[in-house]
């Protein structure tokens, strides 16, 4: 796989219910960034976890990351149907904002 | 909250023209950068620039790519001489400190006709 790989690609829970969605990358990091882009739109930077944290929150959402495993995992808790969208990791080994991204998780939260 | 503002949202240019991508960076920020993402692809770093220089780029940001922060509030990202294959949504994002998080503009999207 490639870095930053995103699991699983498409996930449809009913409104209200968790939502966890993996990511995996291959080289070591310096930070880890999560990303929601809704359907043809820009991307909304949602958290960055730096290699030496891990655990992040923000509102509903729940960001780990484990630098043995080289995976991190996105909750977001009691979902909305808003948040309906794609959700990216990217991770940057440069800390030059040269971010590697994955090919992302297609959320679907139905009312 | 302070945005990353994209202009044009689309933009559709003859193959061969040059076109330039305007971006104004949230005005306090001082790490700039583009990214593109082809239709179904993945989002690509193009290139990050800090201090009036490019401090990293990647292998698509050939020389038919250039950058510019032409005053102190827009940066632009030149194609010269455009490719079908430059088609692609362009994205613009600026970071304060280059190490807590970056704001992304809605993009331009560039079609090469």
């Known amino acids: 796989s490639q870095q930053g790989e995103e699991d699983p690609q498409a996930l449809s829970i009913q409104e209200g219910e968790n939502a966890t969605m993996n990511c995996s990358y291959k080289?070591?990091?310096?930070?880890l960034q999560w990303y929601r882009q809704n359907s043809g739109r820009g991307l909304v930077h949602l958290i960055l976890?730096?290699?030496?944290?891990r655990e992040k929150h923000s509102g509903r959402l729940r960001v780990t990351l484990d630098t043995s495993k080289k995976s991190s995992s996105l909750l977001i808790t009691a979902s909305r149907a808003a948040d309906t969208a794609s959700y990216f990791c990217?991770?940057?080994?440069?800390?030059?904002?040269?971010?590697?991204f994955g090919d992302g998780t297609t959320l679907t939260v139905k009312p | 909250e302070p945005e990353v503002t994209q202009t044009p949202s689309h933009q559709v240019t003859q193959m061969g023209q040059e076109v330039i991508l305007r971006c104004v960076p949230i005005?306090?920020?001082?790490?700039f950068y583009w990214y593109r993402q082809i239709l179904g692809q993945k989002v690509e770093f193009l290139v990050s620039?800090?201090?009036?220089?490019?401090?990293?780029k990647s292998e698509i940001f050939d020389d038919q790519f250039s950058v510019e922060r032409p005053d102190g509030s827009n940066f632009t990202l030149k194609i010269r001489s455009t490719k079908l294959e430059d088609s692609a949504m362009y994205f613009c994002?600026?970071?304060?400190?280059?190490?807590?998080?970056?704001?992304f503009g809605s993009g331009t999207r560039l079609t090469v006709v």
């Open positions: 994002a600026s970071s304060g400190d280059g190490l807590r998080g970056y704001t």
């Open positions: 080289t070591s990091i310096n930070n």
């Open positions: 976890i730096r290699s030496n944290e």
């Open positions: 990217a991770t940057d080994n440069t800390n030059a904002g040269k971010s590697t």
């Open positions: 005005s306090n920020h001082l790490y």
């Open positions: 620039f800090y201090n009036n220089e490019i401090s990293e």
